[in-house]
């Protein structure tokens, strides 16, 4: 496998991130349908939702669940390209432009969440 | 056997061939849900006009349609982390099983709530309907 690539999956380290982090994903994502879907009995507004976010504990499950999410669903899709794709230059284009939309959405994500006061 | 063997190999490569879809369709939800929730940011008109959009049948359905999308790549990938942990990995036919089935009850019972809560797939229809109607 050595001889054609520059850029590699990342070994075990991440193998068993992906792993650890699908089961946290399991739990946290299960709250949050059962939350927004089942619980909450009206529609998904502003004022539904912004009270909920506002609290600093929401926030911290949001942001893990936001970040874990980005990078398991886009270390996910580097491990599937990764498999077709054997060029060198190829590799290390897609493990930018991958690496360029998941700081995006992260960004995205956060800036949304952190600063969230409601109530406006 | 011989016939059993190449039905467990075709299930197992089915299995994961349906992981990578789900998960490929997950990224593009993911980034999508992001991109749409980031209208909070422009308050309380921003982010309702932005909700209001998605309230009809059509994505009342879809979202439903999403629950197990994801639901099965949950379902299959902690099957998957049993398998690599060597939990079970005699059993792994069992095993598979039990993830189709709870994969399947699980949808089942997030469904019907999504389909019968006030704001729900059913009440969206209804809604509409009467609007029509009136």
């Known amino acids: ?120 | 056997m011989r016939a059993l063997q190449r039905y467990r190999i075709h299930l197992g490569t089915a299995a994961w061939i349906l992981h990578r879809l789900s998960g490929l369709a997950l990224i593009l939800y993911l980034l999508t849900h992001i991109w749409v929730i980031h209208h909070l940011i422009g308050g309380r008109e921003s982010f309702d006009a932005t909700m209001e959009f998605f309230n009809n049948p059509l994505f009342k359905a879809l979202e439903i349609g999403l629950v197990g999308v994801i639901l099965y790549h949950l379902w299959n990938g902690l099957r998957v982390t049993l398998v690599d942990v060597g939990v079970m990995v005699e059993k792994q036919k069992q095993v598979f099983g039990v993830a189709v089935v709870l994969w399947l009850v699980s949808w089942g019972v997030v469904a019907y709530a999504m389909l019968t809560r006030t704001g729900g797939l059913l009440s969206t229809v209804a809604r509409i309907g009467g609007g029509g109607l009136s």
Do not use: C
Not at chain 1, 9 to 18: E, K, P, T
Not at chain 1, 55 to 83: C, M, N, Q, R
């Open chain 1, 1 to 120: 496998m050595m001889h054609r690539e520059n850029v590699t999956s990342g070994g075990a380290v991440l193998w068993l991130f992906q792993r650890v982090s699908g089961v946290y994903l399991a739990i946290v994502l299960f709250a949050h349908v059962w939350l927004l879907h089942y619980l909450l009995r009206e529609d998904l507004t502003f004022a539904a939702v912004s009270d909920r976010l506002a609290t600093p504990l929401w926030k911290t499950i949001d942001i893990s669940f936001l970040v874990v999410a980005v990078f398991h669903g886009l270390y996910g899709l580097w491990i599937v390209l990764e498999d077709y794709i054997h060029w060198g230059w190829a590799r290390i284009f897609l493990y930018s432009a991958i690496s360029l939309v998941a700081l995006i959405a992260l960004a995205l994500g956060i800036l949304t969440i952190l600063p969230f006061q409601g109530g406006f």
